[in-house]
Protein backbone atom coordinates (compact mmCIF):
# COMPACT_ATOMS: atom_id res chain seq x y z
CA UNK A 1 0.00 0.00 0.00
CA UNK A 2 2.83 2.95 0.75
CA UNK A 3 4.45 1.97 -2.74
CA UNK A 4 1.48 3.09 -3.84
CA UNK A 5 0.93 5.97 -2.19
CA UNK A 6 4.66 7.00 -3.43
CA UNK A 7 3.72 6.00 -6.90
CA UNK A 8 0.64 8.22 -6.78
CA UNK A 9 2.57 11.21 -5.36
CA UNK A 10 5.64 11.01 -8.19
CA UNK A 11 2.80 10.71 -10.51
CA UNK A 12 0.85 13.78 -9.34
CA UNK A 13 4.13 15.72 -9.29
CA UNK A 14 5.43 14.96 -12.38
CA UNK A 15 2.23 15.74 -13.79
CA UNK A 16 2.12 19.10 -12.40
CA UNK A 17 5.49 20.21 -13.86
CA UNK A 18 4.31 18.37 -17.50
CA UNK A 19 1.38 20.74 -17.88
CA UNK A 20 1.82 23.65 -15.43
CA UNK A 21 5.01 24.86 -14.40
CA UNK A 22 6.93 23.89 -17.76
CA UNK A 23 4.15 25.81 -20.13
CA UNK A 24 4.01 28.24 -17.33
CA UNK A 25 7.41 28.95 -17.29
CA UNK A 26 7.59 29.26 -21.17
CA UNK A 27 5.13 31.52 -21.36
CA UNK A 28 7.14 33.99 -19.17
CA UNK A 29 10.19 33.28 -20.84
CA UNK A 30 8.59 34.32 -24.01
CA UNK A 31 5.81 36.74 -24.16
CA UNK A 32 3.48 36.14 -27.16
CA UNK A 33 3.82 37.14 -30.32
CA UNK A 34 1.78 36.92 -33.30
CA UNK A 35 2.26 33.83 -35.11
CA UNK A 36 4.11 34.01 -38.43
CA UNK A 37 2.45 35.20 -41.37
CA UNK A 38 3.43 34.84 -44.99
CA UNK A 39 1.51 37.47 -46.45
CA UNK A 40 3.50 40.68 -45.45
CA UNK A 41 1.14 43.49 -46.64
CA UNK A 42 -1.60 41.92 -44.26
CA UNK A 43 1.05 41.30 -41.54
CA UNK A 44 2.57 44.68 -41.88
CA UNK A 45 -0.96 46.20 -41.64
CA UNK A 46 -1.97 44.51 -38.65
CA UNK A 47 1.43 45.13 -36.44
CA UNK A 48 1.14 49.23 -37.35
CA UNK A 49 -2.92 49.02 -36.64
CA UNK A 50 -1.44 47.37 -33.11
CA UNK A 51 1.01 50.38 -32.54
CA UNK A 52 -1.51 53.03 -32.98
CA UNK A 53 -3.83 51.57 -30.72
CA UNK A 54 -1.05 51.16 -27.81
CA UNK A 55 -0.19 54.96 -28.88
CA UNK A 56 -3.75 56.15 -28.90
CA UNK A 57 -4.37 54.13 -25.52
CA UNK A 58 -1.41 56.02 -24.08
CA UNK A 59 -2.22 58.86 -24.82
CA UNK A 60 -5.89 58.53 -23.25
CA UNK A 61 -4.00 57.29 -19.88
CA UNK A 62 -1.54 60.70 -20.09
CA UNK A 63 -5.47 62.98 -20.47
CA UNK A 64 -6.92 61.61 -17.63
CA UNK A 65 -3.98 61.94 -15.40
CA UNK A 66 -3.62 65.87 -17.00
CA UNK A 67 0.16 65.27 -17.07
CA UNK A 68 1.24 67.90 -19.36
CA UNK A 69 4.09 66.46 -19.69
CA UNK A 70 2.83 62.93 -20.62
CA UNK A 71 0.83 64.01 -22.92
CA UNK A 72 3.08 65.99 -25.08
CA UNK A 73 5.28 62.77 -25.47
CA UNK A 74 2.21 60.63 -25.99
CA UNK A 75 0.72 63.23 -28.65
CA UNK A 76 4.04 62.79 -30.30
CA UNK A 77 4.66 59.06 -30.29
CA UNK A 78 1.16 58.78 -31.79
CA UNK A 79 1.93 60.90 -34.47
CA UNK A 80 4.91 58.81 -35.31
CA UNK A 81 3.29 55.72 -35.25
CA UNK A 82 0.37 56.71 -37.75
CA UNK A 83 2.83 58.25 -40.12
CA UNK A 84 4.82 54.60 -40.33
CA UNK A 85 1.39 52.85 -40.49
CA UNK A 86 0.65 55.56 -43.49
CA UNK A 87 3.68 54.73 -44.82
CA UNK A 88 3.53 50.89 -45.07
CA UNK A 89 -0.05 50.86 -46.09
CA UNK A 90 0.68 52.95 -49.06
CA UNK A 91 3.52 51.35 -49.59
CA UNK A 92 1.84 47.99 -50.05
CA UNK A 93 -0.69 49.44 -52.18
CA UNK A 94 2.02 50.61 -54.56
CA UNK A 95 2.64 46.96 -55.29
CA UNK A 96 -0.56 46.06 -56.32
CA UNK A 97 -0.50 46.68 -59.92
CA UNK A 98 2.51 44.80 -60.27
CA UNK A 99 1.19 42.10 -58.26
CA UNK A 100 -1.71 42.13 -60.92
CA UNK A 101 -0.01 42.50 -63.79
CA UNK A 102 0.70 39.37 -66.00
CA UNK A 103 4.30 38.67 -66.40
CA UNK A 104 6.22 37.71 -69.33
CA UNK A 105 9.54 36.17 -68.29
CA UNK A 106 11.46 36.33 -71.92
CA UNK A 107 10.75 40.46 -71.54
CA UNK A 108 12.06 40.04 -67.62
CA UNK A 109 14.62 37.90 -68.59
CA UNK A 110 16.44 40.90 -70.67
CA UNK A 111 15.34 43.33 -67.75
CA UNK A 112 17.07 41.01 -65.42
CA UNK A 113 20.57 41.07 -67.15
CA UNK A 114 20.56 44.34 -67.65
CA UNK A 115 19.42 45.47 -64.01
CA UNK A 116 20.35 42.47 -61.88
CA UNK A 117 23.68 40.72 -62.96
CA UNK A 118 25.98 43.58 -62.48
CA UNK A 119 25.75 42.96 -58.84
CA UNK A 120 24.38 39.60 -58.64
CA UNK A 121 25.46 36.17 -60.06
CA UNK A 122 23.09 33.46 -61.58
CA UNK A 123 25.34 30.84 -62.04
CA UNK A 124 22.54 28.23 -63.47
CA UNK A 125 21.94 30.92 -66.48
CA UNK A 126 25.63 31.07 -67.02
CA UNK A 127 26.27 34.65 -65.16
CA UNK A 128 28.97 34.41 -63.03
CA UNK A 129 30.03 35.93 -59.64
CA UNK A 130 31.05 39.95 -60.81
CA UNK A 131 33.62 39.98 -58.26
CA UNK A 132 34.78 37.60 -55.31
CA UNK A 133 32.94 37.83 -51.50
CA UNK A 134 35.28 40.05 -49.66
CA UNK A 135 35.20 42.74 -52.97
CA UNK A 136 31.56 42.01 -53.22
CA UNK A 137 31.17 42.55 -49.24
CA UNK A 138 33.66 45.87 -49.86
CA UNK A 139 31.33 47.31 -52.23
CA UNK A 140 28.39 46.82 -50.76
CA UNK A 141 28.19 45.82 -47.05
CA UNK A 142 26.96 42.51 -47.54
CA UNK A 143 27.96 39.90 -50.35
CA UNK A 144 24.39 39.43 -53.41
CA UNK A 145 22.94 36.25 -52.72
CA UNK A 146 22.66 34.35 -56.40
CA UNK A 147 19.10 35.05 -57.79
CA UNK A 148 18.77 31.80 -59.65
CA UNK A 149 16.43 30.46 -56.78
CA UNK A 150 15.00 33.47 -56.26
CA UNK A 151 11.49 32.70 -58.04
CA UNK A 152 11.25 29.47 -55.18
CA UNK A 153 12.42 31.11 -52.19
CA UNK A 154 10.19 34.48 -52.28
CA UNK A 155 6.35 34.83 -53.31
CA UNK A 156 5.71 37.04 -56.37
CA UNK A 157 4.14 39.18 -53.75
CA UNK A 158 7.20 39.95 -51.73
CA UNK A 159 9.53 39.71 -54.87
CA UNK A 160 7.35 42.66 -56.53
CA UNK A 161 7.62 44.35 -52.96
CA UNK A 162 10.98 43.93 -52.55
CA UNK A 163 12.49 45.12 -56.18
CA UNK A 164 10.23 48.02 -55.85
CA UNK A 165 11.59 49.08 -52.33
CA UNK A 166 14.09 46.44 -50.43
CA UNK A 167 14.17 48.50 -47.53
CA UNK A 168 10.50 48.78 -46.89
CA UNK A 169 9.80 45.05 -48.51
CA UNK A 170 12.54 43.75 -45.29
CA UNK A 171 10.62 45.94 -42.71
CA UNK A 172 14.30 47.24 -41.86
CA UNK A 173 14.27 50.84 -40.17
CA UNK A 174 17.81 50.96 -39.22
CA UNK A 175 20.23 52.85 -40.83
CA UNK A 176 23.56 51.31 -42.24
CA UNK A 177 26.61 53.24 -41.92
CA UNK A 178 26.66 54.69 -44.72
CA UNK A 179 23.08 56.45 -43.66
CA UNK A 180 21.42 53.98 -46.37
CA UNK A 181 18.31 52.40 -45.65
CA UNK A 182 19.60 48.98 -47.94
CA UNK A 183 22.27 47.74 -49.68
CA UNK A 184 20.13 47.18 -52.68
CA UNK A 185 19.16 50.08 -54.83
CA UNK A 186 14.95 50.48 -55.35
CA UNK A 187 13.02 50.25 -58.72
CA UNK A 188 10.22 51.92 -57.66
CA UNK A 189 11.02 54.27 -61.09
CA UNK A 190 10.34 51.37 -63.39
CA UNK A 191 6.91 50.39 -64.77
CA UNK A 192 4.50 47.77 -62.38
CA UNK A 193 4.54 45.57 -66.21
CA UNK A 194 8.54 45.33 -65.97
CA UNK A 195 8.38 44.73 -62.04
CA UNK A 196 5.94 41.94 -63.04
CA UNK A 197 8.27 40.55 -66.53
CA UNK A 198 11.45 40.76 -64.05
CA UNK A 199 9.54 37.88 -61.21
CA UNK A 200 7.66 35.90 -63.75
CA UNK A 201 11.62 35.62 -65.65
CA UNK A 202 12.87 34.59 -61.78
CA UNK A 203 10.22 32.34 -61.33
CA UNK A 204 10.83 30.86 -64.28
CA UNK A 205 14.17 29.40 -63.97
CA UNK A 206 13.72 28.75 -60.17
CA UNK A 207 14.75 24.92 -59.37
CA UNK A 208 11.03 23.23 -58.64
CA UNK A 209 12.74 21.21 -55.16
CA UNK A 210 15.67 22.60 -53.10
CA UNK A 211 17.68 20.72 -50.43
CA UNK A 212 17.26 22.28 -47.17
CA UNK A 213 21.14 23.29 -46.96
CA UNK A 214 20.67 25.02 -50.23
CA UNK A 215 17.90 27.18 -48.99
CA UNK A 216 19.83 27.92 -45.92
CA UNK A 217 22.89 28.84 -48.50
CA UNK A 218 20.72 31.24 -50.72
CA UNK A 219 18.46 32.67 -48.28
CA UNK A 220 20.89 33.28 -45.10
CA UNK A 221 24.66 31.99 -45.90
CA UNK A 222 25.30 36.09 -46.59
CA UNK A 223 25.59 36.97 -43.77
CA UNK A 224 25.13 33.82 -41.07
CA UNK A 225 27.76 30.73 -40.58
CA UNK A 226 27.46 26.90 -39.04
CA UNK A 227 30.65 26.50 -38.06
CA UNK A 228 30.21 24.15 -34.52
CA UNK A 229 27.74 21.88 -35.97
CA UNK A 230 28.34 18.25 -37.08
CA UNK A 231 31.58 17.92 -38.87
CA UNK A 232 30.13 15.17 -41.39
CA UNK A 233 27.70 17.88 -42.83
CA UNK A 234 30.79 20.20 -43.14
CA UNK A 235 30.82 23.75 -41.55
CA UNK A 236 29.96 26.98 -43.92
CA UNK A 237 31.25 30.52 -43.18
CA UNK A 238 29.16 33.62 -43.81
CA UNK A 239 30.14 34.16 -47.33
CA UNK A 240 30.43 38.12 -46.25
CA UNK A 241 33.48 38.44 -44.29
CA UNK A 242 32.97 39.37 -40.62
CA UNK A 243 34.60 42.72 -40.69
CA UNK A 244 32.47 43.67 -43.39
CA UNK A 245 29.22 43.01 -42.10
CA UNK A 246 29.90 43.72 -38.04
CA UNK A 247 30.88 47.46 -39.84
CA UNK A 248 27.79 47.77 -42.33
CA UNK A 249 25.31 46.08 -40.10
CA UNK A 250 26.49 47.16 -36.74
CA UNK A 251 26.46 44.16 -35.54
CA UNK A 252 27.93 40.88 -36.61
CA UNK A 253 25.20 38.09 -37.25
CA UNK A 254 25.78 35.18 -34.64
CA UNK A 255 26.73 31.82 -36.44
CA UNK A 256 23.78 29.64 -36.56
CA UNK A 257 24.50 25.67 -35.72
CA UNK A 258 23.19 25.82 -31.97
CA UNK A 259 20.21 28.49 -32.56
CA UNK A 260 17.68 25.71 -32.20
CA UNK A 261 18.56 24.38 -28.75
CA UNK A 262 19.09 27.54 -27.55
CA UNK A 263 16.06 29.32 -29.09
CA UNK A 264 13.23 26.80 -30.27
CA UNK A 265 11.01 25.90 -33.17
CA UNK A 266 8.50 28.56 -32.04
CA UNK A 267 10.85 31.25 -31.26
CA UNK A 268 12.81 30.86 -34.67
CA UNK A 269 9.76 30.25 -36.64
CA UNK A 270 8.44 33.94 -35.46
CA UNK A 271 11.32 35.59 -35.61
CA UNK A 272 12.89 34.06 -39.49
CA UNK A 273 9.29 35.62 -40.26
CA UNK A 274 9.51 39.15 -39.03
CA UNK A 275 13.17 39.57 -36.59
CA UNK A 276 11.56 43.03 -35.86
CA UNK A 277 8.74 41.08 -33.91
CA UNK A 278 11.27 39.43 -30.89
CA UNK A 279 13.76 42.26 -31.46
CA UNK A 280 12.72 45.40 -32.33
CA UNK A 281 14.83 47.86 -34.19
CA UNK A 282 17.25 45.14 -35.21
CA UNK A 283 19.48 44.85 -37.93
CA UNK A 284 18.65 41.94 -39.50
CA UNK A 285 16.30 41.99 -42.32
CA UNK A 286 12.91 40.45 -42.96
CA UNK A 287 14.15 37.48 -45.24
CA UNK A 288 10.43 37.21 -47.08
CA UNK A 289 11.03 33.62 -47.57
CA UNK A 290 7.54 31.45 -48.25
CA UNK A 291 6.24 29.50 -45.58
CA UNK A 292 7.45 25.91 -47.19
CA UNK A 293 11.57 27.43 -47.78
CA UNK A 294 11.08 29.11 -44.06
CA UNK A 295 10.13 25.51 -42.65
CA UNK A 296 13.37 24.20 -45.04
CA UNK A 297 15.29 26.35 -43.50
CA UNK A 298 14.36 25.74 -39.63
CA UNK A 299 14.49 21.78 -40.48
CA UNK A 300 18.04 22.66 -41.58
CA UNK A 301 18.97 24.33 -38.46
CA UNK A 302 17.63 21.25 -36.61
CA UNK A 303 19.57 18.57 -38.83
CA UNK A 304 22.57 20.82 -37.69
CA UNK A 305 22.01 21.74 -34.77
CA UNK A 306 20.45 18.86 -33.04
CA UNK A 307 23.38 16.37 -34.20
CA UNK A 308 22.96 13.67 -31.36
CA UNK A 309 19.10 13.52 -32.32
CA UNK A 310 19.78 10.23 -34.44
CA UNK A 311 22.31 9.13 -31.94
CA UNK A 312 19.54 9.38 -29.24
CA UNK A 313 16.44 7.42 -31.45
CA UNK A 314 19.00 4.92 -32.60
CA UNK A 315 19.79 4.33 -28.45
CA UNK A 316 16.24 4.00 -27.84
CA UNK A 317 15.46 0.67 -29.17
CA UNK A 318 18.84 -1.03 -28.28
CA UNK A 319 17.97 -0.27 -24.45
CA UNK A 320 14.66 -1.03 -24.53
CA UNK A 321 16.34 -4.62 -25.77
CA UNK A 322 18.54 -4.50 -23.24
CA UNK A 323 15.97 -3.70 -20.35
CA UNK A 324 14.08 -7.22 -21.51
CA UNK A 325 16.89 -9.45 -21.43
CA UNK A 326 18.19 -8.21 -18.33
CA UNK A 327 14.92 -8.35 -16.75
CA UNK A 328 14.67 -12.25 -18.12
CA UNK A 329 18.00 -12.86 -16.14
CA UNK A 330 16.53 -11.25 -12.70
CA UNK A 331 13.51 -13.32 -13.23
CA UNK A 332 15.56 -16.40 -14.07
CA UNK A 333 18.49 -15.63 -10.81
CA UNK A 334 15.35 -14.96 -8.50
CA UNK A 335 13.88 -18.15 -9.54
CA UNK A 336 17.18 -20.53 -8.59
CA UNK A 337 17.90 -18.26 -5.26
CA UNK A 338 13.98 -19.07 -3.89
CA UNK A 339 14.97 -22.95 -4.76
CA UNK A 340 17.57 -23.27 -3.19
CA UNK A 341 15.73 -21.33 -0.19
CA UNK A 342 12.88 -23.85 0.16
C1 LIG B 1 24.07 47.58 -56.43
C2 LIG B 1 23.99 46.15 -56.33
C3 LIG B 1 22.64 45.48 -56.52
C4 LIG B 1 21.80 45.54 -57.64
C5 LIG B 1 21.98 46.34 -58.91
C6 LIG B 1 20.70 44.62 -57.35
N1 LIG B 1 20.87 44.06 -56.11
FE1 LIG B 1 19.64 42.68 -55.25
N2 LIG B 1 20.78 42.70 -53.58
C7 LIG B 1 21.97 43.39 -53.43
C8 LIG B 1 22.52 43.12 -52.12
C9 LIG B 1 23.81 43.70 -51.57
C10 LIG B 1 21.62 42.22 -51.49
C11 LIG B 1 21.74 41.64 -50.10
C12 LIG B 1 21.08 42.59 -49.17
C13 LIG B 1 20.91 42.11 -47.77
O1 LIG B 1 20.83 40.92 -47.55
O2 LIG B 1 20.84 42.97 -46.88
C14 LIG B 1 20.54 41.98 -52.45
C15 LIG B 1 19.46 41.14 -52.18
C16 LIG B 1 18.55 40.73 -53.13
C17 LIG B 1 17.52 39.72 -52.93
C18 LIG B 1 17.26 38.95 -51.65
C19 LIG B 1 15.96 39.38 -51.03
C20 LIG B 1 15.76 39.05 -49.59
O3 LIG B 1 14.63 39.18 -49.10
O4 LIG B 1 16.70 38.64 -48.91
C21 LIG B 1 16.82 39.64 -54.11
C22 LIG B 1 15.64 38.72 -54.41
C23 LIG B 1 17.40 40.59 -55.02
N3 LIG B 1 18.45 41.25 -54.41
C24 LIG B 1 16.94 40.81 -56.31
C25 LIG B 1 17.47 41.76 -57.18
C26 LIG B 1 16.91 42.03 -58.49
C27 LIG B 1 15.75 41.29 -59.12
C28 LIG B 1 17.66 43.04 -59.02
C29 LIG B 1 17.48 43.72 -60.36
C30 LIG B 1 16.19 44.31 -60.59
C31 LIG B 1 18.69 43.40 -58.04
N4 LIG B 1 18.53 42.60 -56.94
C32 LIG B 1 19.64 44.39 -58.22
C33 LIG B 1 22.56 44.22 -54.37
C34 LIG B 1 22.04 44.56 -55.59
C1 LIG C 1 21.56 40.76 -44.35
C2 LIG C 1 22.08 39.93 -43.31
C3 LIG C 1 21.20 38.85 -42.71
C4 LIG C 1 20.51 37.85 -43.37
C5 LIG C 1 20.35 37.66 -44.87
C6 LIG C 1 19.98 36.99 -42.35
N1 LIG C 1 20.32 37.47 -41.11
FE1 LIG C 1 19.86 36.60 -39.32
N2 LIG C 1 20.78 38.14 -38.33
C7 LIG C 1 21.44 39.20 -38.93
C8 LIG C 1 21.92 40.11 -37.89
C9 LIG C 1 22.69 41.41 -38.11
C10 LIG C 1 21.55 39.54 -36.64
C11 LIG C 1 21.79 40.12 -35.25
C12 LIG C 1 20.52 40.81 -34.85
C13 LIG C 1 20.54 41.52 -33.53
O1 LIG C 1 21.07 40.96 -32.57
O2 LIG C 1 19.97 42.63 -33.49
C14 LIG C 1 20.83 38.30 -36.97
C15 LIG C 1 20.30 37.45 -36.00
C16 LIG C 1 19.71 36.22 -36.28
C17 LIG C 1 19.27 35.27 -35.27
C18 LIG C 1 19.41 35.44 -33.76
C19 LIG C 1 18.16 35.93 -33.12
C20 LIG C 1 18.30 36.16 -31.66
O3 LIG C 1 17.30 35.97 -30.96
O4 LIG C 1 19.38 36.49 -31.18
C21 LIG C 1 18.74 34.20 -35.94
C22 LIG C 1 18.15 32.95 -35.31
C23 LIG C 1 18.83 34.48 -37.36
N3 LIG C 1 19.43 35.72 -37.53
C24 LIG C 1 18.40 33.62 -38.36
C25 LIG C 1 18.49 33.90 -39.72
C26 LIG C 1 18.04 32.99 -40.76
C27 LIG C 1 17.47 31.60 -40.53
C28 LIG C 1 18.27 33.62 -41.96
C29 LIG C 1 17.92 33.12 -43.34
C30 LIG C 1 16.54 32.85 -43.59
C31 LIG C 1 18.86 34.91 -41.67
N4 LIG C 1 18.99 35.04 -40.30
C32 LIG C 1 19.25 35.85 -42.63
C33 LIG C 1 21.61 39.39 -40.28
C34 LIG C 1 21.07 38.61 -41.29
Redesign the pocket.
Given at each position: MRELKILAVVVALTLITYWGVEPFAHSQMHPHVHPADYNFAKADKESSEKSVKEASAALDEANKNKDAKKIHSATVALEEVKAVEKTKNDFWASIQPSIDAKGNAVAGEALVTANCTACHSIKSKGFPEVMDHASAAAAYG?TP?DLGSAGKLYSKEYLSAFINDPAKASDVSHKFVDGRAHPMPGYSWMQPQEIADMVAYLQSIAPKEMSNKE??TD??????SIKYADMKKGTMAAF?PNDN?KDY??????D?SQ?IKS?GHE??ET??NN?QK??E?????R?G?TEE??AQ??TY?EEVGDTSKAQREELGPKFLIYMVIFAIFAFLWKGSKWREVH
Open positions: VPVFACQRCHTIMGKLPPLYRYLFIPHLGTAMPVLSQVVL
